[in-house]
Nanobody, 119 residues
Framework: QVQLVESGGGLVQAGGSLRLSCAASGRTFSIYTMGWFRQAPGKEREFVAA????????YYADSVMGRFTISTDNAKNTVYLQMNSLKPEDTAVYYC????????????WGQGTQVTVSS
């Protein structure tokens, strides 16, 4: 099993920045891809960004391309989401997730961290 714990959420004004962290523990060697997802009130959960745990290839939703950056620190078993130029529509609970292969469902999920962007 893999355990994921997010941190770094908070309240920020529009145009500001936040960095989310997700610390992984347990069988981290089984992780192939780590991703960030978000869910706003009344909306479905949506993909934000993903990164291959060892290889570094990254993927982004169009809505965050150029503003968000996903990265990893394998020595710390941590994945980050640097969020710049935040907009009120970025307000959501952000979750990190992991999966064992490129085509598998995301099986490992954190508890989520709230990000609120005020206008």
């Amino acid at each position: 099993q893999v355990q994921l714990v997010e941190s770094g959420g908070g309240l920020v004004q529009a145009g500001g920045s936040l960095r989310l962290s997700c610390a992984a523990s347990g069988r981290t060697f089984s992780i192939y891809t780590m991703g960030w997802f978000r869910q706003a009130p009344g909306k479905e959960r949506e993909f934000v960004a993903a990164i291959n745990w060892r290889g570094g290839s990254t993927y982004y939703a169009d809505s965050v391309m150029g503003r968000f950056t996903i990265s990893t620190d394998n020595a710390k078993n941590t994945v980050y989401l640097q969020m710049n130029s935040l907009k009120p529509e970025d307000t959501a609970v952000y979750y990190c997730a992991g999966r064992r292969t490129a085509r598998a469902e995301y099986a490992y999920w954190g508890q989520g961290t709230q990000v609120t962007v005020s206008s």
